[in-house]
Every structure is written in structure tokens, then in C-alpha cells.
């Protein structure tokens, strides 16, 4: 099982000031540890489980461009994009030219969106929940039309109306940056994974839980005649022990993933300074996950 390392909140001892520093030591720790990718949140304001709206919050792709700058091996992405921050044509174009300057290492993390105080707070439309999934879906079109080499022409659909899918210059990723699509709702989120994702991104809440997740998935893609072996799994690991260093105890927690078929389980300490924490915890941690499989 691999490791993937998400910073979600950002604060620092040294403030604002003290950021970039922090973030490029976080970036070289990471792949000093072995860690396969690392991702920010995406969000306008700071949730409440961290803080709230008082506290820091990093615009996302500003910040993944630095770390482009900062890493050369680790995959990165946001941990994720929600549908209604940008208009689809525009993500694509920000995750192709993530993926340009880091040399093929940018992943499109996305889904449906859920905060409305932060859209009401800038201003920003929050349809309701069946629309943004529609919308969703057309962005996941929109974005696999404007990889495509063979496709510049239109997209018609009922949110989004593009007269040119043009994308100069392309990815550098084959055949094209993985779509991880975030959520375990199993109408809909876990259908459009079968349809139109690279990736899932479930919440590590139980050995049992992700098993059923999985099994609805894998009825999804019999259905979309989609090969479910040929789908990336993940797990977000949001408990204590990772942000407290207890080892044992987190390796307990997540041993009973390792038979599921998970690839990659995903830290999300509760932390705003992630360098030492990923020197002291994660390069150990990546190593005893190693010996599990």
C-alpha cells in the first residue's frame, strides 16, 4: 500500500510570511519519505473542523504550482476540486498546465461540492445538490473532450455550451492526468467513477464500509461494461493516531484495507507545519505499510 500526504490547513508559527518556506520543506520531506502524492485542500474559506473561516486557507492550484517547483517525483493534486469553483473549461486548462510544468505529475481531483458558506461568503452560485452532480458529469465530459487530441470541437450540455474544447499545449501525462473523482455516494458519486474516473477517493471509516463501497462500485462498472480492476482506489485516513505519531496504532487501523484492493491511503493530519511530522512519522510509516503487502 502506498502513501499520499494531504495538508489541509495552514497555519504556521511565522504566519503568512512563513508559508512558503513551510511548504517546500513539506514538499522535499515528502518525497524524502517515499510519499507517492501530495495534495491540498480545495476550499475558499477554512472548514470548521479546522479552525473555521479564521483561520488560513491557500487558494489550491496557486499552491500546487509552488510545489511543482519544489518536488520533482511526487504526483500532485487537490483532495478535491469542487464542481462549482471553476468553470469546467478553465479547470481543465489549470490541471493541463499543473501537469505541463511539473512534468506529468498533476492528478484532477473533483467533486460535486458541499460548503455553501464559503459561496455564499464570495459571492459564488451553489445550485442545488442534483444539479451540481449534473454538473459534474459535464465537466467530467468537458475535461476528457478537451484531452482528447482527436476532439476541439463543441460541447453542448445543458449547464456548459463550449464552441471550441481547445487545450495547447496538451498534457504531459498519458493519456491524460488521472481523474480522481472524491465521494462514496453510491447513486451517483460511485456511478460516475465507473463512467468517467481514473481514480476513487473514499474515507477510511471502516474495513466493512469500504468493502460495500467497493462492491457498489464494482456493480457500477459491470454495468458500464468498465473493467473495475482498471480503477485506482484510495482511502482518506483522517485519525488521530497519524497526527498524534502513533505508528502502531495507525497501522492497526489500516491493516484491514490492505486486502480490499486499496492502492494508496492518504494522511490528512491535523496539522499546520507537515514537514517534521512527515521526517518523524510518515517516512517510518511508509516503510511498515510496505511490509504489509
Known sequence: MRVGVHINQFGTSGGGPALGAELAAAGAAAEAAGVSRLSVMDHYFQMEFNGGAEEPMLEAYTTLAFLA???STVRLGALVTGVTYRHPGLLAKIATTLDVVSG???????????????????????PPVAERFERLEETLRICRQMWDPAEDGPFEGK?????ETRCVPA??????????????????????VARYGDACNLFASSPEEVRHKLEVLRGHCEAEDRDYGTILKTLTYTGD????????????????????????VILA???GETSGWLERFVGPAVERLAELD
Request: avoid cysteine; charged fraction near 20%.
Open 171 to 192: 498534457p504531459v501525462s498519458t493519456p491524460h492526468p488521472e481523474i480522481l473523482i472524491g465521494g462514496g455516494g453510491e447513486r451517483k458519486t460511485l456511478r460516475l
Open 69 to 71: 517547483a519544489h518536488t
Open 269 to 271: 493530519p491535523s496539522l
Open 241 to 264: 493516531a497519524a497526527t498524534d505519531g502513533d505508528l502502531d496504532t495507525f497501522l492497526r487501523d489500516v491493516s484491514g484495507y490492505t486486502k480490499l484492493g486499496v492502492d494508496t
Open 159 to 163: 449547464h456548459y455550451r463550449l464552441a
Open 104 to 126: 506529468g505529475r498533476a492528478w484532477l481531483g473533483v467533486g460535486a461540492a458541499w460548503y455553501d458558506r464559503e459561496h455564499e461568503g464570495l459571492g459564488v452560485p451553489f
